[in-house]
């Protein structure tokens, strides 16, 4: 499958990047990591790619780690639709003091606007 | 989160518990605040434990036992403030406020056999007059936009939307004066 996971730096979108690496290793996914402008991520893009790039090297895995700028929901949509990939992955939210998850504005706009199936990983 | 926002004007005067009342099917009902005890504690699990999952919100009640316990432990921690409204032994509904920075998050439960019963007023307003005794300052919740019956209670008492931007809505109170930061000459708003 063709697979491209969108990560920011968020805690829950560095979850998603290892589930989805080690999920590659297991059923030979065509990866490609994109790692995207989150305003609300404490994480710089570099740190983010650099540490994108261990997961990967880590894994064995020949994936594609790839810098994405510009507003990250619609480069996201715009990409998984232009290079025809199966799946979007993408964290699966943060989790208040109360415990109530709540969906990030990325992950909001690409469900409401994406051809492409996305998963979310918890 | 400090970026949250929350109406200039103070809230009105809530009652502290404890607070009795009769509600719309003629149940007594008591508002008291959670006093740690193991039999308070094993009547929420209970309740949480047949708590319809249909009437979840944002992944909270969670499901099991198991889980209903860790998620306690955690709401019911010494820096968080609980209310529970005990029909007889049981528990009808919970209120808890769990502290997020400078503020407070709110979030309540009202058992199926009880509500559309006028208990969720009762039990907020008792929450709120709890806090506001502790001189709480702000407190912030996210509602889901479909619950109309919840985002109308919360205007009612006198939360005001604060981003509606997202799949939930986010409302904030102010319950006391203060910026509920310990040095009030730093100012925070930008």
């Known amino acids: ?122 | 989160m400090s970026d949250r926002r929350y109406p200039e004007a103070v809230a009105d005067a809530f009652p502290a518990p404890p607070t009795e009342f009769t509600d719309r099917e003629d149940r007594t009902v008591e508002v008291r605040v959670y006093d740690g005890s193991g039999d308070d504690y094993e009547s929420l699990v209970e309740m949480y434990d047949s708590f319809d999952p249909a009437d979840r919100a944002q992944g909270i009640p969670p499901g099991g036992e198991k889980r209903i316990r860790e998620w306690l432990d955690a709401i019911l921690a010494d820096d968080c403030h609980n209310v529970i409204a005990w029909c007889d032994d049981d528990v009808a509904g919970h209120a808890t406020l769990v502290p997020d920075g400078d503020a407070y998050e709110l979030a309540i439960f009202v058992h199926q056999t009880y509500q559309r019963a006028g208990i969720g007023t009762h039990l907020i307003r008792g929450l709120l007059g709890y806090g506001q005794a502790e001189g709480i300052q702000k407190v912030w919740l996210t509602v889901e936009r479909w619950n109309r019956a919840a985002v109308s209670l919360y205007k009612k008492i006198g939360f005001e939307t604060s981003n509606a931007e997202s799949f939930e809505l986010e409302m904030g109170l102010r319950l006391n004066e203060g910026d509920g930061e310990s040095d009030e000459t730093d100012a925070d708003e930008s």
């Open chain 1, 1 to 122: 499958m063709k697979v491209l996971c969108g990560i920011g730096g968020s805690d829950d979108s560095l979850r998603a990047l290892d589930e989805t690496v080690g999920r590659a290793a297991v059923a030979n996914d065509d990866l490609t990591v994109a790692v995207v402008d989150n305003e609300d991520s404490s994480v710089s893009p570099e740190d983010v790619m650099r540490r994108a790039r261990d997961a990967v090297d880590e894994s064995g895995v020949d994936a594609d780690v790839r810098r994405v700028e510009g507003d990250p929901g619609s480069r996201l949509v715009e990409i998984a639709e232009r290079e025809a990939f199966d799946e979007i992955v993408l964290g699966g939210g943060h989790t208040s003091p109360m415990g109530k998850i709540t969906i990030g504005p990325i992950a909001e706009f690409v469900l409401l606007n994406a051809k492409t199936s996305v998963r979310l990983v918890r």
